[in-house]
């Protein structure tokens, strides 16, 4: 059982196109552990139920060969899955209201009809194209990074004394004792995910 669960996690990882910061994130975010071998059952099944929510579909037995139209139909950007990742991630530490595909096939009308005075089209986020999902991807990850360094810079300094961050020395901000603007996106995350758990604690 356990053994199957971790299959369908990694198959699912794959079939969205995540990248392994996204992946690595996604995971933390669900169950403050980093790694599925880590994982018990039940954290194993919440992971996958939050994969299903973006997309992932677990292909029954003896259907393996089998395509189901549209969606398999077609190409579907390796962006769109990262778009769909950091659009739950967000949701889940409060930056965005609502989760649902819906809102975000509204967001990514609003980012790609922004520079068409006039144009009100619908997109949704598995029919983007290689570059229209590139932008939206840009687009969504400086929204994600501008929101984790102003809660981080709100409690920086309180944060960056606590000793669970003696452990996080690669970060330049904590070496300098500096707010962290200039942190890549991915320590970005893993900062936030640290600080959501120090936090309580403040």
Known sequence: MRNRLIQLVHVAKRELNLDEDIYRNILTELTRKSSCSKMSIKELELVLEHFKTIGFKVKKKGSTNKRIAPKSSRSVSPESGRIRAI?????????????????LDNYI????????????????CQFLNGQQAYKVLEIIKNWHKRELIKWLEEKWQALRLHERFNSLSHCTALLSGKAPKQESYQNLCFIFDEATGVSKDL
Do not use: P, Y
């Open 87 to 103: 659009w739950i991630t967000m949701h889940q530490q409060g930056f965005v209201r609502d989760g649902s595909e819906q809102a």
């Open 109 to 124: 009308s609003r980012m790609l009809n922004r520079k068409t005075l006039g144009e009100n089209i619908s997109f949704h």
